[in-house]
């Protein structure tokens, strides 16, 4: 009996830590640029300049205004955010299958696998064999940097040309 429940808490420590590190990518991810930190355009980030989007989300979590967090105003906030990353995922799987630009996808849209494409073919949005900033800067902000996102293993957007 003991051992099992020594497994049950070893489960459960693992499954939190697992979720803990999904939320530390998905964060990073979704994490404000220098430029959006600084602002008071200074060039250099002050202590209060990294703290106030952290203090933004406590305030959007803090549901009754009481200037503490209940598990229950956590919960609240972390289902929020889970949900906005969803929709996000979503929206980039209809834009990638959606072949007609309808914004649904029918059933042979959604079983037919779409065409693989390169890190560079996706990033050479013109396709003019080169990469601009402007293609680097929209690829960054699709979270097609390096690999990540739906740069990793090859699998791109479906080609509406």
């Known amino acids: 009996m003991k051992s099992r429940m020594i ?15 999904q939320a530390q990518v998905a964060d990073a991810e979704t994490r404000p640029g220098f430029a959006t930190l600084d602002t ?9 300049e990294l703290q106030a989007p952290m203090l933004e989300r406590f305030a959007q979590a803090d549901a ?30 209809i834009e990638r299958l959606d072949a007609d630009g309808d914004g649904a996808l029918s059933a042979d849209e959604f079983i037919t696998p779409a065409p693989r ?15 601009s900033e402007a293609e680097f800067a929209a690829a960054g902000e699709r979270g097609e940097r390096g690999g990540r996102g739906h ?10 040309r």
């Open 7 to 21: 497994l049950l808490i070893g489960a459960i420590v693992a499954g939190v830590s697992i979720q803990a590190v």
């Open 40 to 48: 008071n355009g200074d060039g250099t980030l002050s202590e209060a």
């Open 64 to 93: 009754d205004g009481d200037g503490s967090l209940t598990a229950e105003e956590l919960a609240t906030a972390a289902a929020a955010r889970r949900a906005e990353r969803m929709e996000a995922r979503i929206a980039r799987m």
């Open 117 to 131: 494409q390169t890190m560079f073919e996706r990033l050479d949005a013109d396709g003019d064999g080169s990469i």
């Open 151 to 160: 740069g990793k293993g090859g699998h791109g957007p479906r080609s509406h």
